[in-house]
């Protein structure tokens, strides 16, 4: 039997899974006008309320995202890791309808192109606002052409999180190193 600490840090999820989680927590904000409340309240709903009390220790936990203006060293216990990904999926549930709507092809061009428009608008500025500007990543994700992909993968991945097995999908895919 592995020792607990070995156990423990095998459901750490690596650098590359911290950077994914925050963004899709971003994307969640980006999507919601009202996502970092929506953050808080549905942290309280789901029970979490002794692993972030309030919205300063939930930003805490969101800041050991390397990318972010200002980081916070270390590894995410577990148990908050995990809290996260339950609270991305609540979230992803409760904004599926838009999220479908994002990935339609049932609708016009011009509709899902402007829906498309809004939520990169959303997103950049979130990015611009909380992310350094000088990392690669961020850079990647500002640019119009070469971030429309990610933006999209991103969205998918909210869309992936939803329902029956949302958790597990979830955290497999910020678990997998190659991704």
């Not at 980081?71 to 838009?98: F, N, Q, S, V």
């Not at 990392?135 to 119009?144: M, P, S």
């Not at 992909?149 to 949302?166: D, E, F, I, K, N």
Request: aromatic fraction near 4%; charge should be positive; include cysteine.
């Amino acid at each position: 039997m592995p020792e607990p600490s070995a156990v423990s840090a095998s459901l750490r999820l690596p650098r590359r899974g911290l950077e994914r989680l925050d963004l899709l927590l971003l994307c969640v904000e980006a999507l919601d006008l009202n996502g970092g409340e929506a953050l808080v309240w549905m942290s309280e709903q789901l029970g979490f309320s002794a692993l972030f009390p309030n919205r300063v220790e939930l930003w805490k936990r969101r800041c050991h995202n390397p990318l972010r203006r200002n980081t916070r060293r270390g590894d995410l216990d577990p148990a908050e890791t995990d809290a996260l990904i339950r609270l991305l999926c609540a979230l992803a549930d409760r904004l599926y309808p838009l999220l479908r709507a994002l990935l339609t092809s049932a609708e016009p061009e011009s509709v899902r192109q402007q829906r498309w428009e809004l939520f990169q608008n959303r997103l950049s500025a979130l990015l611009r606002e909380r992310m350094n500007p000088r990392r690669v990543g961020v850079q990647t994700l500002l640019d119009a052409e070469r971030g429309a992909a990610l933006r999209r993968q991103l969205v998918q991945s909210l869309a992936l999180a939803t329902g029956t097995g949302g958790f597990e999908r979830l955290r497999a895919s910020l678990a997998d190193p190659a991704a």
